[in-house]
């Protein structure tokens, strides 16, 4: 049997399985840095699989490793297995048992697939040269990002690895397409805390205050020449979801408080904008007579998918589910910690398609009603180990 046509065989037979096992991990989700049970849960089916494996890696992360009949390059396949802090609103047999924490981006089904991938790949070690590794992440939710950790700890060393492949739900793609785009993807996103300080008083009596309210919309609105008067072949997102000043009708507060995001799509870009947001931010409150408390938290860099490898992916994708299932994706101001990997290898980062508008299921990541077509279970799995398998007879 020819290799495509056997991945393909085996991903079909190994269908059930990685449903139950996405159903199991479904039910029992656990927050970022607290994934201890699915850790174990990932270590007892690596085990039962005979795939020898690193743990305890940036947290719960663990590393498998799958060697082939002779040595040769190495490749790594990643999944996340973190939840969310969302209550699950689906009625569903295998919804959340735990109130409050629920899969709601997907992080379960990847978590699947890569332990299908795992299997399919252990079956096949006699047919390929070379390495891959299984990195099963912590933490993708919640900053610094477990990828950061886990290549602290040195999950892309010892074997070193040569390049990197994600895959990602997509609720907005149908179950069975698959959406790739090479070179600039996802962007950077950094976190604003600020405090503005004036002086408090009467608002009957305005030459006794600095009003913090003034200087706060004062500021809102200069710092969007961060994106007015940036280049505008690089999209830049600068957005303020929180403002507090604990005043009344007729009292000034002393403070106001903000918190926003800064999203870019290039790192020098980036560097440019907290420059900027830093000069203004200073230059406005103190023009007004107050002053700033400014912190800006760099959260995940921006996500770049190497294009030589992403024009491997795409024509592995292309053999492996044919070039109508292929999309090409626009790109995408979200942010995702799969982004440090592709700034120490080349990296591509693809989405598997999940929707099912006849079933319902269309609702986006990170709400409540989130769920996959299990039907895109079939696919996942087996295209994982297929472009592992096409990567590795790349070198």
């Not at 900053?143 to 895959?167: K, N, T």
């Not at 959406?179 to 600020?194: F, K, N, P, Q, V």
């Not at 995001?261 to 931010?281: K, V």
Request: hydrophobic share 40%.
């Amino acid at each position: 049997m020819e290799l495509l046509q056997e991945v393909q065989a085996r991903a079909g037979q190994l269908f059930g399985q990685v449903q139950r096992d996405r159903r199991f991990i479904h039910q029992h989700p656990e927050l970022s840095f607290e994934e201890s049970e699915t850790a174990r849960f990932v270590q007892r089916r690596l085990a039962q699989l005979g795939i020898p494996m690193q743990t305890g890696i940036g947290g719960h992360g663990i590393a498998g490793l799958i060697e082939g009949r002779a040595p040769g390059p190495v490749v790594a396949l990643r999944a996340d297995m973190d939840a969310l802090p969302i209550q699950e609103l689906n009625d569903v047999p295998y919804r959340s048992m735990h109130p409050g924490v629920m899969h709601a981006c997907g992080h379960d089904a990847h978590t699947a697939c890569l332990l299908g991938a795992a299997e399919i790949l252990q079956g096949l070690r006699h047919r390929f040269s070379g390495t891959v590794k299984l990195i099963f992440q912590p933490a993708e939710e919640r900053l610094p990002g477990g990828a950061s950790l886990m290549i602290r700890d040195g999950v892309l060393q010892a074997p070193g690895v040569q390049s990197i492949i994600g895959q990602h739900v997509m609720p907005f793609l149908d179950a069975g397409k698959v959406g790739i785009r090479s070179g600039m993807y996802m962007a950077s996103a950094d976190e604003i805390y600020l405090t503005v300080v004036g002086k408090g008083g009467h608002a009957a009596h305005p030459a006794s205050f600095v009003d913090p309210i003034l200087m706060a919309s004062q500021l809102l609105v200069t710092l969007q020449q961060v994106v007015s008067r940036s280049d505008p072949r690089v999209p830049v997102i600068l957005s303020f979801g929180k403002i507090s000043g604990e005043g009344a009708t007729n009292i000034i507060p002393g403070q106001v408080y903000l918190e926003g995001t800064l999203r870019t799509l290039d790192e020098g870009r980036r560097r440019q904008a907290h420059e900027q947001i830093t000069r203004i931010t200073h230059a406005v409150c103190e023009g007004l007579g107050g002053r700033a408390e400014l912190e800006i938290r760099k959260g995940y860099p921006v996500l770049h998918n190497d294009e030589a490898l992403s024009a491997r992916v795409r024509e592995a994708i292309v053999a492996y589910c044919g070039e109508p299932q292929v999309v090409d994706l626009d790109l995408w101001m979200a942010s995702e910690d799969f982004a440090w990997y592709t700034h120490e290898v080349p990296g591509c980062f693809y989405r598997l398609g999940t929707r099912n508008e006849a079933r319902g299921i269309v609702h986006g990541l990170h709400t409540p009603h989130f769920d996959i077509d299990e039907e895109a279970l079939r696919l996942g799995p087996g295209l994982m180990a297929w472009i592992a398998l096409q990567e590795l007879q790349q070198a």
